[in-house]
């Protein structure tokens, strides 16, 4: 058993009490939680005789093998090497991790409580391969638990080893199936999250153990981001024809501060939306552009010193108007002038929404994993992954993030959408990307209720317009798309505030 290769989803810390266990055979109870999907197990007894301890962890040891699942033992590093299990877990006041750590030697798991961000720390440093970050919530079943976390106790350590990717994590005390989801999703940070829970009564006192631990790989599985039930979806789109009607009716000024390129397209989507475009690069413009309905596009596709100083500019006079303001970080990976006008951006100000390709996310959350050539898209993250870190970021900053792709993701740190519209000569012609960004802006200078309706109804005006386009018997290619696109993006527009929604059925 490797033991990078660990899952610690959930993780079953034994209990072999009465007051836990009843009357149930404590190896049937185990199996059963190992049927059920435990991934992880933790023999935990405070009591008792050496030799008794190690004969119980030997049991426990052909069992969890079956399953292929790694037996810890807490605290006695004697009996972990007496069954030749997988590792041990220490606490603060157990044996010192370099004493065990020299004793097991390096193949062997060692796991270390933290209630601290320093205890954290120290373990990380030492070698710790996973923490067990506790105590979340009061408990019964351990006497001398320290702080209660909370989950946002739980989320300041993970923040102060977010330089150290290897160490996994776990969180303990008072977890079950109704705060599980939550401890997940609020301790994650834009950098990481738990890689699982671990749990005494929630499996060991459950009247069903099979069926417990079920329910809580099941909620574990989806981790902290969860993309929003058909419900949930049904009620943002809903609002979607009035979101292109107010557009359409209201005529918001699109303020786009964008790059060299797409410049006259972006002005004809502007207008094909209903939208009214002013391309200005000059900073000192936006103390008067900012007094109008409408909002801010900061495109840097084309970055250069003197833009990078206007953009700020614009930035802050929409932030003191508290005007709304799109942010595009085109290419924001790719070389490290971008990187740092990301950063200068970023700091100066706030933007409403976040919007880019994937590599281009990833850089914003500041995971430089994959080097980007240059501002073309390619993507390495499971549908999973984006959901995951689109739904931190976007918490995080506070803000509505887009990670456009063949699929797109779209959150406001609590709801979490995919939307699978769209065409791929989207991809065969410039500026796809950054004229979203001009729709974007429309949508959520007309819809300040909801900023997240706004950007997924500007994003299936959009998307959807493309498919239509694409399917016309005019359209021969990524040439011809493009006029019929600027075509459709009115015509949705225009039957939209007529009241004929059939083009929405796509959606
Ligand atoms: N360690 P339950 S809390 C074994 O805070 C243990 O380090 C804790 O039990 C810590 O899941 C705890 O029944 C007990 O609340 C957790
Ligand atoms: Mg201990």
Redesign the pocket.
């Known amino acids: 058993m490797e033991k990078k290769k660990v899952d610690y989803s959930v993780y079953l ?1 034994t209990d072999s009490r009465p007051e836990v266990l009843g009357q149930r055979d404590f190896y049937t109870v185990v199996e059963a939680a190992l049927k059920g999907g435990v991934t992880c197990v933790q023999l ?1 007894e405070k009591t008792g005789d050496t030799g008794a301890l190690i004969q119980t962890a030997r049991r426990l040891h052909e069992i969890t093998q079956r399953y292929q699942v790694p037996l810890l033992i807490n605290d006695r590093v004697d009996v972990a090497l007496a069954v030749n299990c997988e590792g041990v877990h220490i ?1 603060q006041d157990d044996m010192s991790l370099p004493e065990a750590r020299r004793l097991l030697g390096p193949d062997k798991i060692i796991g270390v ?1 933290a ?1 601290t961000p320093d205890e954290a720390r120290e373990a990380v440093k030492g070698g710790a391969d996973y923490l ?1 970050i ?2 979340v919530y009061s ?4 006497s001398n ?2 702080h209660i976390l909370g989950p946002e106790g739980v989320r300041d350590i993970l923040e102060a080893i977010s330089s150290f990717p290897k160490v996994r994590t776990v969180c ?4 079950n199936e109704e705060n599980a989801q939550e401890v997940l999703s609020k301790s994650a940070t834009s950098k990481r999250k738990l890689d699982g829970i ?5 499996v060991m006192a459950a009247s069903n153990p099979l069926d417990a631990a079920k329910r809580l790989a099941s909620l574990t599985t989806f981790q902290s981001s969860k993309i929003i039930g058909t419900r949930a979806m049904q009620d943002v789109v809903s609002s979607v024809p009035a979101i292109v009607k107010a557009v359409h009716e209201q005529t918001p000024l699109s303020h786009n501060m964008t790059n060299l390129v797409v410049q006259n397209f972006a002005a004809n989507i502007a207008l094909a939306i209903g939208a009214s475009p002013i391309m200005s690069n000059h900073g000192d413009e936006a103390e008067d552009l900012c007094k109008h309905k409408g909002s801010l596009v900061i495109n840097m596709g084309t970055v250069d010193d003197k833009a990078l100083g206007n953009y700020v500019k614009a930035l802050k006079a929409y932030n003191r108007a508290g005007v709304p303001v799109v942010f595009d970080p085109v290419g924001a990976g790719a070389t490290s002038v971008r990187r740092n006008a990301l950063k200068t951006l970023l700091d100066a100000g706030y933007m409403d929404v976040v919007k880019g390709n994937e590599n281009e996310i990833k850089a914003v959350v500041g995971d430089s994993s994959t080097q980007q050539r240059g501002v073309d898209s390619s993507s390495t993250l499971t549908d999973q992954e984006k959901a995951t870190m689109v739904e931190n970021l976007a918490r995080t900053k506070e803000t509505i993030v887009v990670m456009t792709g063949v699929s797109d993701f779209v959150s406001d740190g609590t709801r979490t959408l995919q939307i699978t519209n769209g065409h791929p000569y989207l991809a065969s012609i410039t500026g796809s990307g950054c004229t979203l960004g001009t729709t974007i802006s429309a949508a959520v200078a007309v819809w300040p209720e909801d900023n997240l309706a706004a950007v997924v109804g500007a994003i299936l005006h959009y998307e959807i317009a493309a498919e239509i386009a694409a399917s016309r018997n005019d359209v021969r290619g990524p040439g011809t798309f493009i006029p019929a696109f600027i075509d459709e993006l009115y015509n949705i527009r225009q039957n939209t505030s007529k009241g004929d929604l059939r083009w929405l059925q796509r959606a």
């Open positions: 810390v935990r606490g409580s209630s067990g506790g105590t408990t019964q079943t351990k638990t320290k303990i005390g008072g977890i671990a749990v005494v009564s929630a």
